[in-house]
C-alpha cells in the first residue's frame, strides 16, 4: 500500500522535501503540540467561530490513522490520545475500541512479509516472526536491522546497515551473506612501483624475501578462508567517492544488485536556515536541502554480484531506447533564440532507480525463479525504462519504455512478477494511470481502460485477480475494485460515494477500508473481499463537530475557456442565497500543485473547508478549484502546466470567476483569493499576471521564484534552471510583479525548511524596490515550518485572511 508523500506539500501535511523510506514496521505518528481542548466558541449566527476552526483539530475528531490488519487478523491503528500530544495503538475487539498495551505493541506490526503462514517484521530495529499464533524475536541487538525477506530455503534475509544476513529460524544461526563497504579494496601486498622501489627490491634480499613471505602468507589465509564453509565472506567494495543508494538480494539468496552513485559536495555552509528562538537564545542554524539551481546530474551505477563466483558485472545502459538522445534539443534552441545561454548537452543521459514518491516497494525486484527486473529513470524526468537483467552478461532488456515530453509521473509506477515470469506494471501511456500486463517475450495488454485513474493495486495471492482503487464513476469519487484478469470483469467491491482507501487483510479475505465524506471526516469500516454491505468499525467524530451548521459545497463542472475538460470545483453559498443579489467572493487556492481537492471525502484542508463555510455566514461566495495541474483528470491535465507553471492555473482561475459571475451572482469588482505553498504561489501569479481578476490576495509559505525550490519537485516541470531559464521566468513570480494592482499580504513561516523564509524576504524587497508600498504587507511567524503547528499561528494568519478581505471586498 502506499503512504502519501506529497510534493509542494499541503498546508495541514508534511513537508515535500521529507522524501523519506517506508519504516518496515508501522511507525507512531509524529507527535504534535500541546493540546488544548475548550468548549465550543461559536458565532451569534451559531457557526463554529474563528478561534474555534484554528483550535487543535480534536475538537473534530481523533480519527483512526495508519490502519492495518495484523497478522492475527486483526484491525489495528493509531489514534491520538485524547487532550494529549502522544499516540495509542488501538484495536478492535467484540466491537468495542481498545488500547493495546504498551508491553504488547512489538506483536502487532505493519509492513512486513509473509511465506505461506509465516510473517516476519521489524520492531524498534529487532526482527521478529509470527508463526502458527506464536511471536519469536529472532534478533537482539544496538544494530538496526531492516529489510525482512524469506529465502527460498526458508531462511529469512535481512540487512543490517551495509550487510545482507540470513537467519535460520530452525536453529537461531545467523550467517552474513554479504557485505559492503565504502571507498577502494585494501591492498594486502603492495607490489614495488616506481624506480626507487624496484631497485629497492633488487638489491636488498631481505626486503624482497620479506615480501614474498607476506605474499605467501595471504595466499595461504585466502586459501583457508576458500576452504572454511563457516568463515565470513571477505566484503565488496563500492570505490573511492561513493555512496550506497540500494541493495537488494535475489530470492534464492545467490546474487545482489548494488546501486550507487557519487558522493555530493558538502554544502553545508550555504543549505541552511536561522531560527531565531531556539532554546539557547543565540541564532541558530539549520541544514536545509539543496536548491534547484544548484543541482547537478548525479548518475547512478548498476552492479550486479554472483555472490559464490564473486563476479562483479555493471548492468549495461547503452542499450536503454534514447538514452543518447537529447529530449529538451528544442527547449535548449528556444531559450538560445531568446538570447538566454543554456548549457549543452552531453550524453548519455543520466540514469537512476525510478523514484515514486507514494511507493512502499522497491524499484529492484526479482522473480520467484531468479530473474531480475528494474524500474530505471532519467534524471532528465523525460523517459522511465522497465528493464530485465541478464545475471551472466549485465545486458539489459527493455521491457516498456514510458517517455513524456513534459515529465513521467512520480506516481503510478508500481510493478511486480507474476509466477509464470508475466510483468503487470502501471503506466499513464492512454494518458491515465492503467494496469498492463505483459508475458515473458509477448506483448503487454492493457488490463483497466477509460478516463479514471487506478492506483495502489494489489495482485491477489492466487494471482488470477487485482484489487485497485479509482476514480471510475466521478473524478472526485474513489471506490475499491476487483479486476479479474483473465476476462478483464471489473467489480466494485464497494458504492460509497466518497473517499475510500484500502488495506486487504493477509488471507485477502477482507478489506479494512478508511472511507469519508465531506462532512464526515474519515472513520474505518470492514468489508468482505467478495464485496456486499461494509461495517463501520469506528465513530470519532465528536458532537460538537457533527452537530454544527457547516455549509456544504456543491460540486460543479466549470466549463474550459482552454479546453474540452471541465475544470472541476467546489461552491460555497450562504444560507439565504439570492441569485439575484450580488456578493463578494473568495477563491481558495489548493497547494502541491499535483493533488486533488475537489473530491467528495474528507479534504486534507479542513481547516480550509470550515473557514470557507464561516465566510458564507458572512456573505461570501466561495470557490474551490482543482485547477490544470491537479491530480486525479489525467496525464495531460497534470502536464499542462509543463514550462508554464501559473500560465494555465490562472486561465482557469478567470473561468471560475467568470462562471460565479454568471451562475451565482458574484460582483467580479469583489473577489478575493488566498492559498499556501503552491496556492501561495497561485496567489502571486494571479495578482501579478491577472491584476484586474482579485480585489485582494494573501499568499501563505508562497513560492516566489522555483530556482529556489528542490530539484526533484521542480526539475520535473520546469527541467533545470541551467537547460531552460526561459520556463524558470515565465513560471517564478518575482519576474511579474511590477504588475501588482491589488492588495496582497504575504504570510510565512520563518523555520519553512520546505518553501525558505528566503522566498518572502526576496519578494519584499523586490516589491519595494518596485515602489508598491501601498500594495503589499508581510506577517513572518517566527516559531513555524511549512505546515503551521500552533493553534495561535493558525488563528492569527486566518484572521488577517478575514480582515483582508472584508476590508477590500465589502
Known amino acids: 500500500m502506499r503512504k502519501a508523500l506529497i510534493p509542494l506539500a499541503l498546508s495541514v501535511v508534511l513537508s515535500a522535501c521529507a522524501m523519506t523510506e517506508q519504516a518496515a514496521q508501522t511507525p507512531v505518528p509524529a507527535a504534535k503540540a500541546d493540546i488544548q481542548v475548550t468548549a465550543p466558541v461559536r458565532d451569534a449566527s451559531g457557526h463554529p467561530a474563528l478561534e474555534q476552526i484554528m483550535s487543535d483539530p480534536q475538537w473534530i475528531a481523533r480519527s483512526p490513522e495508519q490502519a492495518f490488519i495484523g497478522a492475527d487478523g486483526q484491525t489495528y491503528f493509531w489514534q491520538q490520545r485524547e487532550k494529549s500530544a502522544l499516540y495509542d495503538l488501538m484495536t478492535i475487539k467484540g466491537g468495542q475500541v481498545q488500547k493495546v498495551a504498551d508491553a504488547d505493541r512489538y506483536l502487532h506490526v505493519a509492513g512486513g512479509v509473509w511465506q505461506g503462514q509465516r510473517y516476519a517484521y521489524i520492531f524498534e530495529g529487532n526482527l521478529y516472526l509470527a508463526e502458527g499464533g506464536k511471536v519469536r524475536q529472532l534478533t537482539a541487538s544496538a544494530d538496526r536491522d531492516a529489510n525482512p525477506q524469506f529465502l527460498q530455503d526458508g531462511r529469512i534475509a535481512f540487512q543490517r546497515g551495509q550487510a545482507f544476513y540470513a537467519l535460520d529460524p530452525a536453529n537461531g544461526l545467523v550467517r552474513l551473506l554479504a557485505e559492503l563497504k565504502n571507498g577502494k579494496a585494501p591492498v594486502k601486498v603492495k607490489e614495488p612501483k616506481g624506480y626507487l622501489a624496484e631497485e629497492q627490491h633488487k638489491l636488498i634480499k631481505w626486503v624482497a624475501q620479506n615480501h614474498d613471505k607476506k605474499k605467501a602468507r595471504v595466499a595461504e589465509e585466502e586459501k583457508l578462508q576458500a576452504a572454511n564453509p563457516t568463515a565470513n565472506p571477505e566484503p565488496f567494495y563500492l570505490g573511492e567517492g561513493r555512496r550506497l543508494v540500494e541493495m537488494s538480494l535475489s530470492k534464492d539468496g545467490k546474487h545482489l544488485v548494488l546501486v550507487s552513485e557519487a558522493d555530493q559536495k558538502d554544502r553545508s555552509d550555504t543549505d541552511v536556515m536561522p531560527n531565531y528562538l531556539g532554546d539557547s537564545g543565540e541564532v541558530e542554524v539549520r541544514k536545509v536541502r539543496q536548491r534547484v539551481a544548484d543541482w547537478q546530474p548525479n548518475p547512478q551505477v548498476f552492479v550486479l554480484i554472483d555472490l559464490a563466483s564473486r563476479k562483479e558485472t555493471e548492468l549495461k545502459l547503452a542499450d536503454l531506447p534514447g538514452i543518447d538522445t537529447d529530449p529538451l534539443a528544442k527547449v535548449r534552441a528556444e531559450n538560445r533564440k531568446a538570447g538566454f545561454k543554456v548549457d549543452d548537452f552531453k550524453g548519455p543521459r543520466a540514469v537512476q532507480l525510478m523514484q515514486d514518491w507514494g511507493w512502499s516497494q522497491s524499484a529492484i525486484q526479482w522473480s520467484d525463479s531468479g530473474k531480475l527486473a528494474l524500474l530505471l529513470e532519467a534524471q532528465d524526468n523525460k523517459d522511465r525504462w522497465l528493464v530485465t537483467a541478464d545475471l551472466d552478461s549485465g545486458k539489459l532488456a527493455?521491457?516498456?519504455?514510458?517517455?513524456?515530453?513534459?515529465?513521467?509521473?512520480?506516481?503510478?509506477?508500481?510493478?511486480?512478477?507474476?509466477?509464470?515470469?508475466?510483468?503487470?506494471?502501471?503506466?499513464?501511456?492512454?494518458?491515465?494511470?492503467?494496469?498492463?500486463?505483459?508475458?515473458?517475450?509477448?506483448?503487454?495488454?492493457?488490463?483497466?481502460?477509460?478516463?479514471?485513474?487506478?492506483?495502489?493495486?494489489?495482485?491477489?495471492?492466487?494471482?488470477?485477480?487485482?484489487?485497485?482503487?479509482?476514480?471510475?464513476?466521478?473524478?472526485?469519487?474513489?471506490?475499491?475494485?476487483?479486476?479479474?484478469?483473465?476476462?478483464?470483469?471489473?467489480?466494485?467491491?464497494?458504492?460509497?460515494?466518497?473517499?475510500?482507501?484500502?488495506?486487504?487483510?493477509?488471507?485477502?479475505?477482507?478489506?479494512?477500508?478508511?472511507?469519508?465524506?465531506?462532512?464526515?471526516?474519515?472513520?474505518?469500516?470492514?468489508?468482505?473481499?467478495?464485496?456486499?454491505?461494509?461495517?463501520?468499525?469506528?465513530?470519532?467524530?465528536?458532537?460538537?463537530?457533527?452537530?454544527?451548521?457547516?455549509?456544504?459545497?456543491?460540486?460543479?463542472?466549470?466549463?474550459?475557456?482552454?479546453?474540452?475538460?471541465?475544470?472541476?470545483?467546489?461552491?460555497?453559498?450562504?444560507?439565504?442565497?439570492?441569485?439575484?443579489?450580488?456578493?463578494?467572493?473568495?477563491?481558495?487556492?489548493?497547494?502541491?500543485?499535483?493533488?486533488?481537492?475537489?473530491?467528495?471525502?474528507?479534504?486534507?484542508?479542513?481547516?480550509?473547508?470550515?473557514?470557507?463555510?464561516?465566510?458564507?455566514?458572512?456573505?461570501?461566495?466561495?470557490?474551490?478549484?482543482?485547477?490544470?495541474?491537479?491530480?486525479?483528470?489525467?496525464?495531460?491535465?497534470?502536464?499542462?502546466?509543463?514550462?508554464?507553471?501559473?500560465?494555465?492555473?490562472?486561465?482557469?482561475?478567470?473561468?471560475?470567476?467568470?462562471?460565479?459571475?454568471?451562475?451565482?451572482?458574484?460582483?467580479?469588482?469583489?473577489?478575493?483569493?488566498?492559498?499556501?505553498?503552491?496556492?501561495?504561489?497561485?496567489?502571486?501569479?494571479?495578482?501579478?499576471?491577472?491584476?484586474?481578476?482579485?480585489?485582494?490576495?494573501?499568499?501563505?509559505?508562497?513560492?516566489?521564484?522555483?530556482?529556489?525550490?528542490?530539484?526533484p519537485y521542480t526539475s520535473n516541470i520546469l527541467n533545470l534552471p541551467g537547460n531552460d531559464p526561459l520556463g524558470y521566468q515565465r513560471s517564478s513570480p518575482i519576474y511579474h510583479a511590477q504588475n501588482l494592482k491589488g492588495q496582497l499580504l504575504i504570510m510565512s513561516g520563518i523555520l519553512d525548511d520546505n518553501v525558505f523564509f528566503q522566498d518572502s524576504v526576496r519578494m519584499v524587497q523586490h516589491l519595494i524596490e518596485l515602489h508598491k508600498t501601498n500594495h503589499f504587507s508581510m506577517a513572518p511567524y517566527p516559531v513555524e515550518p511549512h505546515g503551521f503547528r500552533e493553534p495561535s499561528s493558525w488563528l492569527d494568519e486566518y484572521q488577517r485572511i478575514l480582515n483582508l478581505m472584508d476590508a477590500n471586498l465589502k
Open 398 to 711: 527493455t521491457q516498456h519504455r514510458l517517455h513524456d515530453d513534459a515529465w513521467v509521473n512520480y506516481d503510478f509506477n508500481d510493478f511486480g512478477w507474476l509466477k509464470d515470469d508475466s510483468l503487470w506494471y502501471q503506466s499513464e501511456e492512454s494518458g491515465y494511470s492503467h494496469l498492463y500486463l505483459k508475458p515473458w517475450g509477448a506483448k503487454a495488454r492493457a488490463l483497466t481502460k477509460g478516463a479514471f485513474e487506478v492506483s495502489e493495486p494489489v495482485l491477489s495471492k492466487d494471482e488470477k485477480s487485482f484489487f485497485f482503487k479509482a476514480n471510475v464513476k466521478h473524478p472526485g469519487i474513489y471506490e475499491i475494485y476487483k479486476l479479474d484478469i483473465a476476462s478483464g470483469t471489473q467489480q466494485a467491491l464497494t458504492d460509497l460515494d466518497g473517499m475510500t482507501d484500502y488495506v486487504l487483510s493477509p488471507d485477502q479475505k477482507t478489506l479494512l477500508l478508511t472511507h469519508s465524506k465531506v462532512l464526515n471526516p474519515p472513520e474505518l469500516y470492514s468489508l468482505s473481499a467478495a464485496g456486499g454491505q461494509p461495517k463501520q468499525l469506528t465513530h470519532t467524530v465528536t458532537d460538537a463537530f457533527a452537530k454544527s451548521p457547516w455549509t456544504a459545497p456543491k460540486i460543479v463542472a466549470v466549463p474550459s475557456s482552454h479546453g474540452q475538460q471541465p475544470v472541476y470545483a467546489k461552491v460555497y453559498l450562504p444560507k439565504d442565497f439570492d441569485p439575484a443579489k450580488q456578493y463578494p467572493a473568495v477563491v481558495f487556492n489548493h497547494g502541491a500543485g499535483y493533488l486533488q481537492e475537489v473530491h467528495l471525502g474528507w479534504s486534507g484542508y479542513f481547516r480550509e473547508f470550515m473557514f470557507s463555510s464561516l465566510l458564507t455566514t458572512k456573505g461570501y461566495v466561495v470557490l474551490d478549484m482543482d485547477y490544470r495541474a491537479s491530480k486525479g483528470y489525467g496525464r495531460d491535465w497534470r502536464t499542462a502546466i509543463y514550462r508554464q507553471m501559473g500560465t494555465p492555473e490562472v486561465e482557469d482561475l478567470q473561468d471560475g470567476v467568470n462562471y460565479l459571475a454568471s451562475h451565482f451572482g458574484v460582483d467580479k469588482g469583489r473577489v478575493g483569493t488566498f492559498g499556501g505553498s503552491y496556492g501561495g504561489f497561485l496567489t502571486f501569479m494571479s495578482m501579478y499576471t491577472a491584476p484586474d481578476l482579485f480585489k485582494a490576495g494573501a499568499a501563505l509559505r508562497p513560492v516566489a521564484d522555483w530556482s529556489h525550490y528542490n530539484a
